[in-house]
């Protein structure tokens, strides 16, 4: 799931893999061996720290959170607005 595959289609190519064949090869066709196909670049997370300022009336709050708990931040900050 980290790479983005879905359970099932991984399931599903596990049980073809698990089957015999149904494709015949052509008859004059070279095996082929590895191919290296290019991998994206693993996403790159932020050094700095994300930085956010709430105001509301005359009360202002500054938050400092660590760039690497993005995903808390995006939580705390949902549960901040309502």
Request: charged share 15%; glycine share 4%.
């Amino acid at each position: 799931m980290a790479n983005g595959i879905n359970a099932n289609l991984l399931r599903r190519w596990l049980q073809t893999a698990a089957s015999p064949a149904t494709v015949t090869p052509m008859p004059d066709a070279e095996p082929v061996g590895f191919i290296a196909l290019p991998m994206p670049a693993a996403p790159t997370v932020p050094t700095e720290p994300i930085r956010i300022e709430l105001q509301r009336g005359p009360t202002t709050i500054a938050v400092t959170w660590p760039a690497n708990a993005a995903a808390a931040c995006a939580t705390w900050l949902r549960e901040i607005l309502r």
